[in-house]
């Protein structure tokens, strides 16, 4: 096929172009919190106590760790969707939310007498915080890995890593209201193991399904 | 490539955006040759720098929505070429990191036929029937829409239809290659 020949093909399909990236990715978002939120209701709910935990510091922090770590990812997710933008600007942002794990890990040691440490890190049901966050956040992580398609991720593996983040940061959000583990020590361990799982399957998925 | 021409295409890519044909062809053009001449500089053996070119344009047609307005039109452009570039070479399951030097001349490339001179037009054969002759009367034989219609015995519209579904099935093919 001739070049010249392959330019005026491409001129002459002037149909109308695809939606913007940036439109794609809020949609994207409000599509997979809605997701999200769906499943939630559906499966388990609020706890019953969730008025009075409320105004707990440690339910709190659940919400505030999890709702930055979305909104990291989500800055570095859409620039990973363009080729050519500068993205490693926003990698720093992505350390915020696991620097105020580590933070409210260590407040939590300071405040808890050392023999109720094992107690709070196992929690009353680990399994089912594993296994809730990653129900809530698959919905999300595939229209997110959709939404990746659409764009042309340089490293897709990369970007579907970092939609796992995003997904697992809404999951762990929403699920936060329903989960009565509130010791940053049980959180900064499961629902980092969730989220991290949520990570290897969006990189390993965008690694097939988002090449262009 | 200096700032001047980097205003100017990236002039053409919004007027090209809004609808003006002419433009897009400029643009392409532009962006042809800005391909072409990295390619040479970058290509290995058995890779031929036309063939990054043609994926390059083809890529760059069916993603133009992922270039930001406000942003310069350049990087976007050679961060498309690099990674068809990359494409080509583990197509031809070669690191990148391997120097041109490095590989003996004996792996010597089947001769390839003078129609489906390139790769994309190798691709051709893999569309369904209807955009494989749309694609084929304007990409191999120059057609316009009017004449590759009247050629087919199709309507215009649905000449233009075809084309899109086949010049986007040629784009997603070489992704997955």
Known sequence: ?212 | MDGRDENELARLMRAALAGDGKSYDSFLRAVAGLVRSLARRKVQTGIDAEDIVQETLLAIHVKRHTWRHDAPVTPWVYAIARHKLVDAYRRRRRGVEIEVGAIPETAVQPERESISDHEIGGVLDALAPGQRSAVAAICVDGHSIGEAARHLGMSEGAVRVALHRGLTAIAKRFGRM
């Open chain 1, 1 to 212: 096929m001739d070049t010249d020949k392959l330019i005026r093909a491409l001129v002459a399909d002037e149909r109308r172009q695809a939606a913007s990236i940036s439109s794609v990715w809020w949609g994207a978002m409000a599509l997979a919190i809605a997701l999200a939120g769906a499943v939630f209701f559906a499966v388990f709910g609020p706890r019953p106590d969730i008025a009075i935990a409320a105004e707990s510091p440690r339910l709190l922090f659940k919400f505030v760790v999890m709702i930055t770590l979305a909104a990291s990812a989500f800055g570095l997710v859409r620039a990973l969707s363009r080729p050519g933008e500068p993205w490693r600007h926003a990698l720093p942002f992505l350390a915020a939310a696991p620097m105020l794990a580590l933070i409210a890990v260590a407040a939590e040691l300071f405040l808890v007498p050392s023999n109720l440490w094992s107690a709070r890190l196992l929690g009353v049901n680990a399994l089912a915080c594993l296994s809730f966050i990653s129900l809530v956040g698959i919905g999300p992580l595939a229209v997110f890995l959709l939404a990746l398609r659409h764009g042309a991720p340089e490293r897709p593996a990369l970007a579907g890593a970092v939609a796992g983040l995003l997904a697992g940061g809404i999951a762990g959000a929403i699920y936060a209201a329903h989960c009565t583990d509130d010791s940053p020590l049980f959180v900064a361990t499961w629902y980092t193991l969730a989220v991290a799982g949520l990570a290897l399957i969006g990189a390993a998925a965008a690694h097939r399904l988002a090449r262009w």
